[in-house]
């Protein structure tokens, strides 16, 4: 696995992307509970801080090529958790 090096708002953190699966979850089912549907593929990209061994994670459809621009996409959704 490689980390790549990127920047957002003047901060420097790390992505890998990835390609994996997940279930599907059905409209209005519990979060707390396991999903009945099926597995997909997926594209996940976690964002880490540098020194960090992991971080939070955003899904992307399968077959995303995916750029840096990902990376701060999920960057800044994740940002309050990233900065601590």
Do not use: N, Q
């Not at 992307?17 to 999903?35: D, E, F, L, V, Y």
């Not at 594209?43 to 459809?61: Q, S, Y």
């Amino acid at each position: 696995m490689e980390w790549t090096t990127f920047e957002c708002h003047g901060r420097t953190f790390e992505y890998l992307a990835m390609p994996t699966r997940h279930k599907t979850r059905p409209a209005g089912w519990p979060a707390h509970k396991p999903s009945p549907g099926a597995w997909v593929p997926i594209v996940l990209v976690v964002v880490r801080k540098l020194g960090d061994e992991t971080g939070p994670g955003m899904v992307f459809p399968d077959g995303t090529v995916v750029t840096t621009e990902h990376a701060i996409e999920a960057a800044r959704l994740f940002w309050t958790d990233l900065t601590r």
